[in-house]
């Protein structure tokens, strides 16, 4: 059974920076894409960025492109997501999702980022 288990978040100034981590296990990694989403309070959830296990190809929500960075340890089965220049609204809960056969099917239990103004 795949699990995902995120960890990194807390509490931030804006400004700041937060870098968030997504442990995978339970198959092989070896294709398919990895993402980052969050759910900000009261609101639901969102895409911030994914990546292609075997080429390491991104992609990002407009909304963090240029501050956030994802990657991926293909030999540790760990997806990063570095976020940096921090704002009020990034605060929500960040989840790790897989992806297979084109669909998000696994889910972390999410980390709380909390920027403060």
């Known amino acids: 059974q795949v699990q995902l288990e995120e960890s990194g978040g807390g509490p931030v100034q804006a400004g700041g920076s937060l870098r968030l981590s997504c442990v995978a296990s339970g198959r092989t990694f070896s294709s398919g894409d990895m993402g980052w989403f969050r759910q900000p309070p009261g609101k639901g959830r969102e895409f911030v960025a994914s990546?292609?296990?075997?080429?390491?190809?991104?992609y990002y929500a407009a909304s963090v492109k240029g501050r956030f960075t994802i990657s991926r340890d293909n030999a540790k089965n760990v997806v990063y997501l570095q976020m940096n220049s921090l704002k009020p609204e990034d605060t929500a809960v960040y989840y790790c999702a897989a992806e297979k056969a084109g669909s998000w099917i696994n889910w972390g239990q999410g980390t709380q980022v909390t920027v403060s103004s």
């Open positions: 990546i292609n296990w075997s080429d390491g190809s991104p």
